[in-house]
C-alpha cells in the first residue's frame, strides 16, 4: 500500500480504538442505568451505521469475489442493525435475536466470498464443519461452566438465546479458518473481519449466559464488544488492499494445519467436559447442550469423511495424473527413437569423454557394425582412419574434441570413417555440443556417407575429360585437313587434297554424332525427352532399323537376319528405331566380315523380349554392365578402329528405361558372340475371355461401374472386361449402394455427377459402413480433386475426365493391390539384420511371415506346420544350400508348385535357374534389388497364384535376370495402406 493510504488507515485504527476505550469508561462510570443504556445502544446504532456504510462503500470500489463479499457484510450489517435498534424500542434484549442470527449467517456467506482465490466445494465445506465442531465445542464448554455455577435450575431462555451464540462461535471460528487458509495479501483484511466476529462471539456468549442467570441488561461493558466488532469490521473495509487485485498465476495458498489443530484440539478438551459431566450424574445440563454435542459429533464424522474421500480423489487423481505423464513420457521417448531411426543419415552421441553413448540404425548399417558394438567405444580411435603413412591422427585436433572442449559446432566435414572390415567410407559430418544449463554434457555427430557423391564427381570428371578429348579429335582432324587446303600445300596432288576433303567430312558428321548423341543422353536422363506411345507391330520397327543399317552391313560383309513376329507392343517407334539400330550396329561393327546377325522377338508374359544376336567377338564377364556407361568400350582403341561415339548403348538402354523395360547383354566371353536383350510392354496381351476366371481361380475380379451416362457404362465395361474383371454396370446410386453391399466387389469405379443420390453422397455411405468401408473406389469426375476435399478424402484414386482407358485400367489394378495381402510367408536367410529389414518390409504389406536363418530352421518350420503361400529364399546359407530346401519341397506334394523368390548375393546362372524353379520364380540380387523390391515380386506371385493377375499387361520385368520367361510383371510402387 502507498504511505499515504497507509496513514490514513492508520488514523482510523486510532480513532476507533480511542471510541471503544471511551466507550468502556462511560459504560463502567457510576452513571445511572438508564443513562448507560441510551448510550449503548446509540454506540451500537452507530457502529452498525458505520460498519455498513463502510462495507458498502468498499463493495462500490471493489470487483469480482471481493465486491460481493463486502455487499453481503454490508447488507448483514444493515440487518444487525435493524435488529438492535428493535430491541432498544422494544426494551427487550432477546427481542432482535432473529435478526441477529441472520446477520450473522450473512456475515457467514460474505467470508466464505472473501478469498480472491474461489476455494473449492469440499474446502469450503470442511472449513464450514470446523467452525461447526470448535463453536459447538466452546459452547458447550461453556454451558457446562454455566451449569456448575448454577445453584439450583433455571427458567429455559428462549431458543434464540442458545442458537445466537452457536452462530456466533460458527462465524468466528470461519473467520479464523479462512484467515489461517488465505495468502498474506489477504490477511490484514480476514483479520480484521475475523476480529470483529470474534467480539460479537464474546458478546453474544457473555450475553447467553447472563441471559440464563437472567441478570443480562443494556449499559454494562459487554456492550462495548458489539461496538468494537462492529469498528473492527469498519476498519476492515477502509483497509487499502480490501478491494483485493486480480489473480496472476497461482497465488500462495495457506496452510490448514493450524486450523486443524485448533478443531481438533477443542473438541477433545469439550470431550473430556463431557466425560467429566457424564461421571458427575448430579450435573444437569440444559437440552440444548445435548443437542449441541450431537452436532458437533455429527460434524466431527462428517469432516471425516470428506478428509477421506477427499484424500482418495486425490490418491487417483495423482494415479492417473502418474499413468498420463508415463504414458506421455514413453510416448516421447518411442517417438524421439523412432524418429531418430527413421532418418536416413548416420548419428552417434558421445559423452565428455568421447565415449560413443548410442547410434542409430543408419549410422550402424554405415559403420558395418552393430550398436552394440560401437556403444562405449572411443568415438575417435573407433572411426577415424590413419593418415596415409598408417599413424593415428591426433585426437586433439579431432571435430569431436572440439565440440566438447570449445563447444564448437562443425558443419560439412569431410572425413574417412574406417570400417572394422577395413573399408574406408568417406562421410561428410556435422558435430554439435550436448549442452545442459551452459555446460557441454556430451555431442552429437550426424554424418552421411558420400561415396555415391564421389562417385558421381568422379563420373562427371572423367566425361569432361572423355568430352573434351572426343570433341577435340575430330576438331583437330578438321582444322588439320583446312588448314593445308588453305596453304595451296596440295594443290598439286588432286588426290591428297580430295582425301583430306574426306577427312574433314568425316570429322564433321562424327562431331554432329556425338553432339547429338551428348544431347540425347543428357535429354533422356534428365526425362524431358517425350515419348509417343502407341502400339506398333514388333516387324514393321525391325524391319526400319535393318533398312537403316543395311548399307553399314553391306559394307562390312555382315548378313543380317530378322525373324518375323506377330507381337504388338506399346511403344514411341522412333526411339525404339533409335535402340535397334544402336544395336544393329554395334553388332556389325564387331562381327567378322561373313558373319550373321539375327534380330529375334518372342513374348514373355505381358512383355515383349527383342534380341540383337552377333557372332562377334564377343564380351568379358566383367564388361557385361561397364559397357553401359558412357564412352566405355571393351577396347579403348575401339572408338578409333571401329567408330562411333561410345554413348550408343547408354541412350539404348535409356530409351528403353523410358519405356518400362530393361536392357542388358549376354555374351559367354570372348570369341564367342553377344546378344543384346531388351523388353517391352505388350500392347495386345491374352486376357482370359470376358466374364471368365484367370486360371486357378472360381471367379473374375468384380468391379462395380457406375455412371448417370450408360454409354459410358458401357465402354468402361468394355475396357475393363478385356483385361479379364467381370464388371456390374449401373446408373443409379442407390441401386449401387445395394451392389456394393451385396457383393462386396474388388473395387467401385463412380462418377460424382449423377441425378438423386450423387456419386458424393453414394462415397459418404460406403464409407460409414462397416460392411463396404474397405472398398476400394475410383472417382471418374470432371472436377479436380483439390475441388471437392472432403470427397477426394474419402477416395483411393480420382481421375478428371477425359481420361485415356488403359489409365482407368491401371487406376483400378493398383487400388485393388493396394489392399492388404495376408498370404503366408516364409523368408529363409540367414543375415539377421537383412532378415529383419525385408520380414518388416512384408509384414507391413499385411503379410504373415516365418523366418528362418539356416536350411534346419526352415525344415522345422515346415515341419511344424508353416504351410506358406510363398518362399523368400537366400542360396548360401550357414548349414547348406538353399538348393536343398528347393528339393525338399519339390518332393512336398503340397509345395511342389509354391511359387519362390530367390534372393541371394550372386548371380545366378541360366542353367542353376532351371534348377531351382518351383512354382513361378523369380531370381533377384541384393546388391541390385532391395526390400522393397522384394515385396513387389512377392506381392506379384501372390497375385497370380491367387488368380489376380488381371489387369496387369503393361508391367515391366522386375528381375534382375535376363531368361525369365514365367516371371509375372513388375507392379508399381504398393503402399501397404490406401492413401484416405
Same mark, same amino acid.
Given at each position: 500500500?502507498?504511505?499515504?493510504?497507509?496513514?490514513?488507515?492508520?488514523?482510523?485504527?486510532?480513532?476507533?480504538?480511542?471510541?471503544?476505550?471511551?466507550?468502556?469508561?462511560?459504560?463502567?462510570?457510576?452513571?445511572?442505568?438508564?443513562?448507560?443504556?441510551?448510550?449503548?445502544?446509540?454506540?451500537?446504532?452507530?457502529?452498525?451505521?458505520?460498519?455498513?456504510?463502510?462495507?458498502?462503500?468498499?463493495?462500490?470500489?471493489?470487483?469480482?469475489?471481493?465486491?460481493?463479499?463486502?455487499?453481503?457484510?454490508?447488507?448483514?450489517?444493515?440487518?444487525?442493525?435493524?435488529?438492535?435498534?428493535?430491541?432498544?424500542?422494544?426494551?427487550?434484549?432477546?427481542?432482535?435475536?432473529?435478526?441477529?442470527?441472520?446477520?450473522?449467517?450473512?456475515?457467514?456467506?460474505?467470508?466464505?466470498?472473501?478469498?480472491?482465490?474461489?476455494?473449492?466445494?469440499?474446502?469450503?465445506?470442511?472449513?464450514?464443519?470446523?467452525?461447526?465442531?470448535?463453536?459447538?465445542?466452546?459452547?458447550?464448554?461453556?454451558?457446562?461452566?454455566?451449569?456448575?455455577?448454577?445453584?439450583?435450575?433455571?427458567?429455559?431462555?428462549?431458543?434464540?438465546?442458545?442458537?445466537?451464540?452457536?452462530?456466533?462461535?460458527?462465524?468466528?471460528?470461519?473467520?479464523?479458518?479462512?484467515?489461517?487458509?488465505?495468502?498474506?495479501?489477504?490477511?490484514?483484511?480476514?483479520?480484521?473481519?475475523?476480529?470483529?466476529?470474534?467480539?460479537?462471539?464474546?458478546?453474544?456468549?457473555?450475553?447467553?449466559?447472563?441471559?440464563?442467570?437472567?441478570?443480562?441488561?443494556?449499559?454494562?461493558?459487554?456492550?462495548?464488544?458489539?461496538?468494537?466488532?462492529?469498528?473492527?469490521?469498519?476498519?476492515?473495509?477502509?483497509?487499502?488492499?480490501?478491494?483485493?487485485?486480480?489473480?496472476?498465476?497461482?497465488?500462495?495458498?495457506?496452510?490448514?494445519?493450524?486450523?486443524?489443530?485448533?478443531?481438533?484440539?477443542?473438541?477433545?478438551?469439550?470431550?473430556?467436559?463431557?466425560?467429566?459431566?457424564?461421571?458427575?450424574?448430579?450435573?444437569?445440563?440444559?437440552?440444548?447442550?445435548?443437542?449441541?454435542?450431537?452436532?458437533?459429533?455429527?460434524?466431527?464424522?462428517?469432516?471425516?469423511?470428506?478428509?477421506?474421500?477427499?484424500?482418495?480423489?486425490?490418491?487417483?487423481?495423482?494415479?492417473?495424473?502418474?499413468?498420463?505423464?508415463?504414458?506421455?513420457?514413453?510416448?516421447?521417448?518411442?517417438?524421439?527413437?523412432?524418429?531418430?531411426?527413421?532418418?536416413?543419415?548416420?548419428?552417434?552421441?558421445?559423452?565428455?569423454?568421447?565415449?560413443?553413448?548410442?547410434?542409430?540404425?543408419?549410422?550402424?548399417?554405415?559403420?558395418?557394425?552393430?550398436?552394440?558394438?560401437?556403444?562405449?567405444?572411443?568415438?575417435?580411435?573407433?572411426?577415424?582412419?590413419?593418415?596415409?603413412?598408417?599413424?593415428?591422427?591426433?585426437?586433439?585436433?579431432?571435430?569431436?574434441?572440439?565440440?566438447?572442449?570449445?563447444?564448437?559446432?562443425?558443419?560439412?566435414?569431410?572425413?574417412?570413417?574406417?570400417?572394422?572390415?577395413?573399408?574406408?567410407?568417406?562421410?561428410?559430418?556435422?558435430?554439435?555440443?550436448?549442452?545442459?544449463?551452459?555446460?557441454?554434457?556430451?555431442?552429437?555427430?550426424?554424418?552421411?556417407?558420400?561415396?555415391?557423391?564421389?562417385?558421381?564427381?568422379?563420373?562427371?570428371?572423367?566425361?569432361?575429360?572423355?568430352?573434351?578429348?572426343?570433341?577435340?579429335?575430330?576438331?583437330?582432324?578438321?582444322?588439320?585437313?583446312?588448314?593445308?587446303?588453305d596453304s595451296n600445300a596440295l594443290q598439286d596432288s588432286p588426290e591428297q587434297a580430295a582425301r583430306m576433303v574426306?577427312?574433314?567430312?568425316?570429322?564433321?558428321?562424327?562431331?554432329?554424332?556425338?553432339?547429338?548423341?551428348?544431347?540425347?543422353?543428357?535429354?533422356?536422363?534428365?526425362?524431358?525427352?517425350?515419348?509417343?506411345?502407341?502400339?506398333?507391330?514388333?516387324?514393321?520397327?525391325?524391319?526400319?532399323?535393318?533398312?537403316?543399317?543395311?548399307?553399314?552391313?553391306?559394307?562390312?560383309?555382315?548378313?543380317?537376319?530378322?525373324?518375323?513376329?506377330?507381337?504388338?507392343?506399346?511403344?514411341?517407334?522412333?526411339?525404339?528405331?533409335?535402340?535397334?539400330?544402336?544395336?544393329?550396329?554395334?553388332?556389325?561393327?564387331?562381327?567378322?566380315?561373313?558373319?550373321?546377325?539375327?534380330?529375334?522377338?518372342?513374348?514373355?508374359?505381358?512383355?515383349?523380349?527383342?534380341?540383337?544376336?552377333?557372332?562377334?567377338?564377343?564380351?568379358?564377364?566383367?564388361?557385361?554392365?561397364?559397357?553401359?556407361?558412357?564412352?566405355?568400350?571393351?577396347?579403348?582403341?575401339?572408338?578409333?578402329?571401329?567408330?562411333?561415339?561410345?554413348?550408343?548403348?547408354?541412350?539404348?538402354?535409356?530409351?528403353?528405361?523410358?519405356?518400362?523395360?530393361?536392357?542388358?547383354?549376354?555374351?559367354?566371353?570372348?570369341?564367342?558372340?553377344?546378344?543384346?536383350?531388351?523388353?517391352?510392354?505388350?500392347?495386345?496381351?491374352?486376357?482370359?475371355?470376358?466374364?471368365?476366371?484367370?486360371?486357378?481361380?472360381?471367379?473374375?475380379? @468384380? =468391379?462395380?461401374? #457406375?455412371? +448417370?451416362?450408360?454409354?459410358?457404362?458401357? /465402354?468402361?465395361? $468394355? %475396357? *475393363?472386361?478385356?483385361? !479379364?474383371?467381370?464388371?456390374?454396370?449401373?446408373?443409379?446410386?442407390?441401386?449401387?449402394?445395394?451392389?456394393?453391399?451385396?457383393?462386396?466387389?474388388?473395387?467401385?469405379?463412380?462418377?460424382?455427377?449423377?441425378?438423386?443420390?450423387?456419386?458424393?453422397?453414394?462415397?459418404?455411405?460406403?464409407?460409414?459402413?462397416?460392411?463396404?468401408?474397405?472398398?476400394?473406389?475410383?472417382?471418374?469426375?470432371?472436377?479436380?480433386?483439390?475441388?471437392?476435399?472432403?470427397?477426394?478424402?474419402?477416395?483411393?484414386?480420382?481421375?478428371?475426365?477425359?481420361?485415356?482407358?488403359?489409365?482407368?485400367?491401371?487406376?483400378?489394378?493398383?487400388?485393388?493391390?493396394?489392399?492388404?495381402?495376408?498370404? @503366408? =510367408?516364409?523368408? #529363409?536367410? +540367414?543375415?539377421?539384420?537383412?532378415?529383419? /529389414?525385408?520380414? $518388416? %518390409? *512384408?509384414?507391413?504389406? !499385411?503379410?504373415?511371415?516365418?523366418?528362418?536363418?539356416?536350411?534346419?530352421?526352415a525344415r522345422g518350420a515346415l515341419a511344424h506346420g508353416a504351410d506358406p503361400d510363398l518362399v523368400v529364399l537366400d542360396l548360401t546359407l550357414p548349414d547348406g544350400s538353399g538348393r536343398?530346401?528347393?528339393?525338399?519341397?519339390?518332393?512336398?506334394?503340397?509345395?511342389?508348385?509354391?511359387?519362390?523368390?530367390?534372393?541371394?548375393?550372386?548371380?545366378?546362372?541360366?542353367?542353376?535357374?532351371?534348377?531351382?524353379?518351383?512354382?513361378?520364380?523369380?531370381?533377384?540380387?541384393?546388391?541390385?534389388?532391395?526390400?522393397?523390391?522384394?515385396?513387389?515380386?512377392?506381392?506379384?506371385?501372390?497375385?497370380?497364384?491367387?488368380?489376380?493377375? #488381371?489387369?496387369?499387361?503393361?508391367?515391366?520385368?522386375?528381375?534382375?535376370?535376363?531368361?525369365?520367361?514365367?516371371?509375372?510383371?513388375?507392379?508399381?510402387?504398393?503402399?501397404?495402406?490406401?492413401?484416405?
Amino acid at each position: 500500500m502507498g504511505a499515504q493510504s497507509r496513514d490514513v488507515f492508520l488514523r482510523w485504527c486510532w480513532v476507533s480504538g480511542a471510541v471503544v476505550v471511551l466507550l468502556v469508561l462511560l459504560l463502567a462510570s457510576p452513571m445511572d442505568q438508564v443513562s448507560r443504556e441510551q448510550i449503548s445502544m446509540a454506540a451500537i446504532a452507530g457502529a452498525g451505521v458505520v460498519a455498513a456504510i463502510s462495507c458498502g462503500h468498499r463493495a462500490l470500489l471493489s470487483i469480482g469475489r471481493r465486491r460481493r463479499a463486502w455487499a453481503t457484510l454490508s447488507l448483514g450489517g444493515v440487518v444487525g442493525l435493524a435488529g438492535n435498534v428493535y430491541a432498544g424500542l422494544v426494551h427487550n434484549p432477546e427481542a432482535g435475536d432473529v435478526a441477529y442470527i441472520a446477520a450473522l449467517l450473512l456475515g457467514v456467506l460474505g467470508l466464505s466470498l472473501f478469498p480472491a482465490v474461489r476455494p473449492r466445494g469440499r474446502e469450503l465445506l470442511r472449513m464450514l464443519l470446523d467452525s461447526v465442531v470448535v463453536g459447538g465445542s466452546v459452547l458447550y464448554i461453556a454451558l457446562f461452566a454455566v451449569a456448575l455455577q448454577a445453584d439450583g435450575p433455571q427458567g429455559e431462555p428462549a431458543l434464540t438465546a442458545y442458537a445466537l451464540p452457536v452462530v456466533d462461535a460458527l462465524l468466528a471460528t470461519f473467520a479464523v479458518q479462512v484467515m489461517t487458509r488465505s495468502n498474506t495479501a489477504e490477511r490484514i483484511p480476514l483479520v480484521l473481519v475475523g476480529g470483529g466476529f470474534v467480539l460479537y462471539a464474546v458478546a453474544d456468549v457473555t450475553f447467553a449466559l447472563l441471559s440464563s442467570q437472567g441478570s443480562f441488561t443494556f449499559g454494562s461493558p459487554v456492550d462495548a464488544a458489539w461496538v468494537g466488532g462492529y469498528l473492527a469490521i469498519a476498519l476492515a473495509a477502509r483497509h487499502p488492499a480490501a478491494s483485493g487485485s486480480p489473480v496472476v498465476g497461482r497465488r500462495e495458498a495457506g496452510t490448514p494445519v493450524l486450523g486443524t489443530v485448533v478443531t481438533f484440539c477443542l473438541f477433545l478438551v469439550a470431550a473430556l467436559v463431557r466425560v467429566g459431566q457424564t461421571q458427575a450424574t448430579h450435573q444437569t445440563l440444559p437440552w440444548v447442550a445435548n443437542l449441541l454435542w450431537v452436532a458437533v459429533l455429527v460434524a466431527v464424522v462428517t469432516r471425516q469423511i470428506l478428509v477421506v474421500v477427499d484424500n482418495e480423489s486425490l490418491r487417483h487423481g495423482l494415479e492417473r495424473r502418474v499413468q498420463e505423464r508415463t504414458a506421455q513420457l514413453r510416448s516421447l521417448a518411442s517417438e524421439r527413437a523412432r524418429t531418430l531411426e527413421s532418418v536416413a543419415d548416420g548419428i552417434y552421441g558421445v559423452d565428455t569423454e568421447g565415449h560413443v553413448t548410442f547410434v542409430n540404425t543408419a549410422g550402424a548399417y554405415t559403420l558395418g557394425a552393430s550398436a552394440s558394438d560401437l556403444v562405449g567405444r572411443d568415438a575417435h580411435a573407433t572411426f577415424h582412419a590413419p593418415a596415409h603413412d598408417g599413424t593415428p591422427l591426433p585426437a586433439d585436433g579431432c571435430y569431436i574434441a572440439e565440440a566438447l572442449r570449445d563447444g564448437l559446432t562443425v558443419t560439412a566435414e569431410q572425413d574417412l570413417y574406417l570400417r572394422p572390415d577395413g573399408k574406408e567410407v568417406p562421410v561428410e559430418v556435422t558435430a554439435s555440443p550436448l549442452r545442459d544449463d551452459g555446460v557441454i554434457r556430451g555431442a552429437v555427430v550426424v554424418f552421411r556417407d558420400v561415396t555415391e557423391r564421389r562417385e558421381v564427381e568422379r563420373i562427371k570428371d572423367e566425361f569432361v575429360s572423355v568430352v573434351s578429348h572426343e570433341l577435340r579429335t575430330p576438331l583437330t582432324a578438321i582444322r588439320g585437313a583446312l588448314a593445308l587446303l588453305d596453304s595451296n600445300a596440295l594443290q598439286d596432288s588432286p588426290e591428297q587434297a580430295a582425301r583430306m576433303v574426306r577427312i574433314a567430312l568425316t570429322s564433321s558428321e562424327r562431331l554432329g554424332r556425338l553432339v547429338d548423341d551428348i544431347l540425347d543422353t543428357e535429354r533422356l536422363e534428365a526425362g524431358t525427352t517425350q515419348l509417343h506411345l502407341a502400339d506398333q507391330p514388333v516387324d514393321t520397327l525391325v524391319d526400319a532399323a535393318v533398312d537403316q543399317v543395311s548399307v553399314l552391313a553391306d559394307e562390312a560383309g555382315v548378313t543380317l537376319e530378322a525373324t518375323g513376329s506377330p507381337e504388338i507392343v506399346r511403344a514411341d517407334a522412333e526411339r525404339v528405331v533409335q535402340t535397334l539400330t544402336n544395336l544393329l550396329g554395334n553388332a556389325v561393327r564387331f562381327s567378322s566380315a561373313g558373319g550373321t546377325v539375327r534380330v529375334t522377338a518372342a513374348p514373355v508374359g505381358d512383355l515383349v523380349e527383342v534380341r540383337v544376336t552377333d557372332q562377334g567377338r564377343g564380351i568379358p564377364p566383367d564388361k557385361l554392365e561397364a559397357i553401359f556407361r558412357r564412352f566405355e568400350q571393351v577396347d579403348a582403341s575401339d572408338t578409333r578402329e571401329r567408330g562411333g561415339s561410345g554413348l550408343g548403348l547408354t541412350i539404348a538402354r535409356s530409351i528403353v528405361e523410358r519405356h518400362g523395360g530393361r536392357l542388358w547383354a549376354v555374351s559367354d566371353g570372348e570369341g564367342t558372340g553377344s546378344s543384346f536383350r531388351f523388353t517391352l510392354r505388350r500392347a495386345t496381351p491374352h486376357p482370359p475371355a470376358p466374364g471368365h476366371a484367370p486360371d486357378g481361380t472360381a471367379q473374375a475380379t @468384380r =468391379v462395380v461401374v #457406375v455412371d +448417370d451416362d450408360q454409354y459410358v457404362v458401357d /465402354v468402361l465395361r $468394355t %475396357v *475393363l472386361e478385356e483385361r !479379364g474383371y467381370d464388371v456390374v454396370g449401373l446408373t443409379d446410386g442407390r441401386a449401387a449402394l445395394a451392389v456394393v453391399e451385396d457383393e462386396h466387389p474388388a473395387a467401385v469405379v463412380l462418377d460424382l455427377a449423377m441425378p438423386g443420390t450423387s456419386g458424393a453422397e453414394v462415397l459418404s455411405r460406403l464409407r460409414q459402413s462397416a460392411a463396404t468401408a474397405d472398398v476400394p473406389v475410383v472417382v471418374l469426375s470432371g472436377t479436380r480433386p483439390h475441388d471437392a476435399l472432403e470427397t477426394a478424402a474419402l477416395a483411393d484414386d480420382w481421375l478428371v475426365k477425359p481420361v485415356d482407358p488403359d489409365r482407368i485400367v491401371e487406376t483400378v489394378r493398383d487400388v485393388i493391390r493396394r489392399q492388404p495381402h495376408h498370404g @503366408r =510367408v516364409l523368408l #529363409v536367410e +540367414d543375415h539377421e539384420d537383412l532378415r529383419t /529389414v525385408v520380414a $518388416t %518390409v *512384408l509384414r507391413n504389406a !499385411g503379410l504373415v511371415v516365418t523366418t528362418a536363418s539356416s536350411v534346419d530352421e526352415a525344415r522345422g518350420a515346415l515341419a511344424h506346420g508353416a504351410d506358406p503361400d510363398l518362399v523368400v529364399l537366400d542360396l548360401t546359407l550357414p548349414d547348406g544350400s538353399g538348393r536343398e530346401l528347393v528339393a525338399d519341397l519339390r518332393r512336398d506334394g503340397r509345395l511342389r508348385r509354391v511359387p519362390l523368390v530367390v534372393y541371394t548375393g550372386a548371380e545366378v546362372s541360366s542353367k542353376e535357374r532351371d534348377d531351382l524353379r518351383l512354382g513361378s520364380t523369380v531370381f533377384l540380387t541384393k546388391g541390385r534389388t532391395a526390400p522393397d523390391a522384394v515385396l513387389r515380386s512377392v506381392l506379384d506371385l501372390l497375385d497370380v497364384a491367387a488368380g489376380r493377375d #488381371v489387369g496387369h499387361p503393361d508391367q515391366p520385368d522386375h528381375s534382375d535376370q535376363p531368361d525369365r520367361p514365367d516371371q509375372p510383371g513388375q507392379p508399381g510402387p504398393h503402399p501397404s495402406t490406401r492413401p484416405r
